[in-house]
T-cell receptor, first 120, second 111 residues
Framework: ETGVTQTPRHLVMGMTNKKSLKCEQH?????MYWYKQSAKKPLELMFV???????ENNSVPSRFSPECPNSSHLFLHLHTLQPEDSALYLCASSQRQAGNTGDSGANVLTFGAGSRLTVL | GENVEQHPSTLSVQEGDSAVIKCTYSDSASNYFPWYKQELGKRPQLIID?????GEKKDQRIAVTLNKTAKHFSLHITETQPEDSAVYFC??????????FGDGTTLTVKP
């Protein structure tokens, strides 16, 4: 399979449950991202992993815990979520240039189809 | 941090007319500006992008302009077609790979 694959596509969970979202990219990219898409904020960056290292945590509550075991896989562990966390969670990947040169190059994001999360 | 503002939030045009979506950004360190199209129920996909060392880029019916001094960039779609109907997102990206998105523009092209 090619591109960015996310599972599950739909998830319903109670506020006391623990669940995980999975993302896998087959593009050979070295950076992966979690975005939250909701009516309130259409595309909100949550986490950035460059070369498996977390480089950005956009003030995300600790009930969301990311994990990046290798450059092809990214997880989002969910624990004691709130109903307002219901949203579409999009994973993305890109090929980053090593180092921060003057020109970042084209950080083209390839998105997965998303995991639709409903918190009851 | 970076702040990207996008206008308008909704845009309705007649088929064949042009559509323009505008974005402003705040961080002068941003140097890459992509535009993504998201059709209903589908994932966002890149349609065109521009780097900070370029003022304008065109690809068939779509074009993007960048005014780095004023910190704004725009998407232009000419000869719109019903299949152009979607949500369009602008973004500003820095050297760290952090892409900040605008709130999106819902474009409706009426046949």
């Amino acid at each position: 399979e090619t591109g960015v694959t996310q599972t599950p596509r739909h998830l319903v969970m109670g506020m006391t449950n623990k669940k995980s979202l999975k993302c896998e990219q087959h593009l050979g990219h070295n950076a992966m991202y979690w975005y939250k898409q909701s009516a309130k904020k259409p595309l909100e960056l949550m986490f950035v992993y460059n070369f498996k290292e977390q480089t950005e945590n956009n003030s995300v509550p600790s009930r969301f815990s990311p994990e990046c075991p290798n450059s092809s896989h990214l997880f989002l562990h969910l624990h004691t979520l709130q109903p307002e966390d219901s949203a579409l969670y999009l994973c993305a990947s890109s090929q980053r240039q090593a180092g921060n040169t003057g020109d970042s190059g084209a950080n083209v994001l390839t998105f997965g189809a998303g995991s639709r999360l409903t918190v009851l | 941090g970076e702040n990207v503002e996008q206008h308008p939030s909704t845009l309705s045009v007649q088929e064949g007319d042009s559509a323009v979506i505008k974005c402003t950004y705040s961080d002068s360190a941003s140097n890459y500006f992509p535009w993504y199209k998201q059709e209903l129920g589908k994932r966002p996909q890149l349609i065109i992008d521009i780097r900070s060392n370029v003022g304008e880029k065109k690809d068939q019916r779509i074009a993007v302009t960048l005014n780095k001094t004023a910190k704004h960039f725009s998407l232009h779609i000419t000869e719109t077609q019903p299949e152009d109907s979607a949500v369009y997102f602008c973004a500003a990206s820095d050297n760290a790979g952090k892409s900040t998105f605008g709130d999106g523009t819902t474009l409706t092209v009426k046949p």
